[in-house]
C-alpha cells in the first residue's frame, strides 16, 4: 500500500494526558498538512511542511500541540495536556509540492480518531 | 462570510436520479477547487479536481466552475446506494496551499 497511513487508528485518553499521532506521506510526496474534523464540519487545517520546515500554523494550533516532521519523511502531533475539546478527527494528508505544479493535490490518509474523556 | 459554503442537505435522491452538489467560495483568486467524498467514520477520498471553467466529466462525476460566479458544483448521474455519503467542496485559495472545506453536504440515494 502506497497511500497515506496513520498511525493509530483511535485513541482514548483521559484529560490531562499527552498524546502523540504519526503520519507517514506518500513516498515522493514533499508536502505534508496536518487537519482536524469534527462531527458535522469539514476538515480544518492545522499546519503544514515543506520538506522538513514547517511554513505555516493556523491559529487554531495553540501551544499544546506541536508537529515535527524530522527528516522530511513522517511526521508526529503531539497534543499535550489534552482537553475535551479535542477529541476530533485527526488527518495527515500529502502532496508532491512544486512538482506538483498549479495543480498539486492533497490525498488524506485514514485519521486518527482521539476522544478524550 | 464563510470561506466556502455548500448547500446544507441533507438530498435524498432515487436511484438512478442526478444528484446535483453546489459550492460557493469568497475568494474570487482561488486558483484551484477539489470535491472529495467522505463515508461516515471515514477519511475524505477525493473525486474530482477542477482548475478552468466549464465542465470536466468523469465517469458518472461532473464538475462544473464558474470563475466570475465564484461558484462550483457536482453532478452525480445515475445514483447509485454506494454514492450515499458527505460530499466535501475544498478550495485553494490565491497564492496559499491549504484547503478550505466546506461543511460538506450529505447524500443518500435510496434504493
Known amino acids: 500500500d502506497t497511500g497515506v497511513s496513520q498511525d493509530p487508528r483511535h485513541k482514548i485518553t483521559k484529560r490531562g494526558q499527552n498524546v502523540t499521532f504519526r503520519c507517514d506521506p506518500i513516498?515522493?510526496?514533499?508536502?505534508l498538512y496536518w487537519y482536524r474534523q469534527t462531527l458535522g464540519q469539514g476538515p480544518e487545517f492545522l499546519t503544514y511542511?515543506?520538506?522538513?520546515?514547517?511554513?505555516?500554523k493556523s491559529r487554531l494550533l495553540s501551544d499544546r500541540f506541536s508537529a515535527e516532521r524530522p527528516k522530511g519523511s513522517f511526521s508526529t502531533l503531539e497534543i499535550q495536556r489534552t482537553e475535551q475539546g479535542d477529541s476530533a478527527m485527526y488527518l495527515c494528508?500529502?502532496?508532491?509540492?512544486?512538482?506538483?505544479?498549479?495543480?498539486?493535490?492533497?490525498?488524506f490518509g485514514p485519521g486518527t480518531r482521539l476522544t478524550v474523556l | 462570510q464563510k470561506e466556502v459554503e455548500q448547500n446544507s442537505g441533507p438530498l435524498s435522491v432515487p436511484e438512478g436520479a442526478i444528484a446535483s452538489l453546489n459550492c460557493t467560495y469568497s475568494d474570487r483568486g482561488s486558483q484551484s477547487f477539489f470535491w472529495y467524498r467522505q463515508y461516515s467514520g471515514k477519511s475524505p477520498e477525493l473525486i474530482m479536481s477542477i482548475y478552468s471553467n466549464g465542465d470536466k466529466e468523469d465517469g458518472r462525476f461532473t464538475a462544473q466552475l464558474n470563475k466570475a460566479s465564484q461558484y462550483v458544483s457536482l453532478l452525480i448521474r445515475d445514483s447509485q446506494p454506494s454514492d450515499s455519503a458527505t460530499y466535501l467542496c475544498a478550495v485553494i485559495r490565491s497564492n496559499d496551499y491549504k484547503l478550505s472545506f466546506g461543511a460538506g453536504t450529505t447524500v443518500t440515494v435510496r434504493a
Open positions: 513516498s515522493e510526496h514533499n508536502r
Open positions: 511542511f515543506q520538506n522538513e520546515a514547517q511554513l505555516e
Open positions: 494528508a500529502s502532496s508532491l509540492g512544486a512538482a506538483g505544479g498549479p495543480t498539486d493535490t492533497q490525498y
